[in-house]
C-alpha cells in the first residue's frame, strides 16, 4: 500500500518566516507533487518534480520553492510566509511511465499564516 | 487554456437517489481521465479511472463514469447514494505524456439520512 506521509498536519506561522514542508512517500515513485487545496479553486498544481534534483513550475509557484535531495523525500519551502499562503498543502507521488498515472496523496497540511 | 469544468459546485441528495456529477474538459489530444474523493478528515483517493478502452468505467463503492469523447465530458454516476457519500469530489484530466493534471474546482456532495 502506498503511503504518503507529511511532516505536519497543522501548522501556524507568522508573516515573513521561512516555512518548510515535508512530504515523504515509500513507493518509489519517480514522480511527486506539492498542490494547495483552496474551497472553490479545487486543487492548483505548485510544483512538480520528475526526478531526484529535477523540478519544474506548476500554475502558481510564485512565493514558493522545491527540493528533491532523496526519491523519497519532496520538500516545499515558503521563503518569506504570507497571509495570502494560507491554505492546505497537499503532497502528492506517482509512478512515472508513459503518459499521467493515478496519484497518491498524503494527508495535508493546513497552513495558516498570520 | 486547458481547464477542467465541474458544474455543480454543491449538490444535497436524499438516500438512495441517484447521482450524476458532470465534468467537462477543455485539451487537445490524447488524455487520462480521473474522479478523486476526499471523505471528511481524509486522504484524497482514487474512485476511478479511464485511460483506453471501454468508455464506462467502474470504480470503488459502486461509482462509474463514462467518457464521451465527442463531448469532452466524463460524468460520475452512481445509482443510488448512502449516507456513507457525503464528500468532495474532483475531476482530473492529464494529457499523455506529461506529468501534469488538471483537477476541476469539486463538487460537495452531502446525502442526507
Known amino acids: 500500500d502506498v503511503k504518503v506521509t507529511q511532516s505536519s498536519r497543522y501548522l501556524v506561522k507568522r508573516t515573513g518566516e521561512k516555512v518548510f514542508l515535508e512530504c515523504v512517500q515509500d513507493?518509489?515513485?519517480?514522480?511527486m507533487f506539492w498542490y494547495r487545496q483552496d474551497p472553490g479553486l479545487g486543487l492548483r498544481l505548485i510544483y512538480f518534480?520528475?526526478?531526484?534534483?529535477?523540478?519544474e513550475k506548476g500554475d502558481i509557484p510564485e512565493g514558493y520553492s522545491v527540493s528533491r535531495e532523496k526519491k523519497e523525500r519532496f520538500s516545499l519551502i515558503l521563503e518569506s510566509a504570507s497571509t495570502n499562503q494560507t491554505s492546505m498543502y497537499l503532497c502528492a507521488s506517482s509512478l512515472r511511465l508513459a503518459g499521467a498515472h493515478e496519484q497518491y496523496f498524503g494527508p495535508g497540511t493546513r497552513l495558516t499564516v498570520t | 487554456a486547458q481547464s477542467v469544468s465541474q458544474h455543480n459546485h454543491h449538490v444535497i441528495l436524499s438516500e438512495a437517489a441517484s447521482l450524476e456529477l458532470g465534468c467537462n474538459y477543455s485539451y487537445g489530444g490524447t488524455v487520462n481521465l480521473f474522479w478523486y474523493v476526499q471523505y471528511p478528515g481524509q486522504h484524497l483517493q482514487l474512485l476511478l479511472k479511464?485511460?483506453?478502452?471501454?468508455?464506462l468505467v467502474k470504480g470503488i463503492k459502486g461509482f462509474e463514469a463514462e467518457f464521451i469523447k465527442s463531448k469532452f465530458s466524463f460524468n460520475l454516476r452512481k445509482p443510488s447514494v448512502q449516507w456513507s457519500d457525503t464528500a468532495e469530489y474532483f475531476c482530473a484530466v492529464a494529457h499523455r505524456g506529461t506529468y501534469k493534471y488538471i483537477f476541476g474546482t469539486g463538487t460537495r456532495l452531502k446525502v442526507l439520512a
Open positions: 479511464y485511460f483506453s478502452g471501454d468508455p
Open positions: 513507493m518509489d515513485h519517480e514522480n
Open positions: 518534480s520528475y526526478d531526484v534534483k529535477m523540478k
